[in-house]
């Protein structure tokens, strides 16, 4: 397979935590695999585009964030087990969404342009009372 694969959605209370995994052990496209990339974590809620909301460098040493999750969320990687993480705590409902990671990602986080690697079907995250 060419997609990651997320994991670890589910339906969570406001002010509540959940950690996103996104497995890239089975990524590979031509010669790179997951170490060689830059990640993204992205999330489309209901009615709305894509958003891209942190990405994390190739070797973890420097991640981003939109300003709606900085502070909330941390982004991180473990490339040894070819694994991003997105740790998200104080959630809100608003952060209501399916939510995607991707590679391979620009510096201001966005989509490579014309990158022929597919999107993965993303976990559920469900912020509600």
């Known amino acids: 397979q060419l997609q990651l694969v997320e994991s670890g959605g589910g339906l969570v209370r406001p002010g509540g935590s959940l950690r996103l995994s996104c497995d890239g052990s089975k990524f590979r496209y031509q010669s790179f695999t997951f170490h060689h990339y830059a990640v993204g974590w992205f999330r489309q809620a209901p009615g709305k585009e894509r958003e891209g909301i942190s990405c994390?460098?190739?070797?973890?040493?420097?991640?981003k964030y939109v300003d709606d999750v900085k502070g909330r969320f941390t982004i991180s990687r473990e490339n040894a087990n070819k694994t991003a993480f997105l740790q998200m705590n104080n959630l809100k409902p608003e952060d209501t969404a399916i939510y995607y990671c991707?590679?391979?990602?620009?510096?201001?986080?966005?989509?490579?342009?014309?990158?022929?690697?597919?999107w993965g079907q993303g976990t559920q995250v469900t912020v509600s009372s």
């Open positions: 994390i460098s190739s070797n973890g040493a420097t991640a």
């Open positions: 991707y590679l391979p990602v620009k510096e201001d986080c966005t989509p490579m342009p014309g990158s022929p690697l597919p």
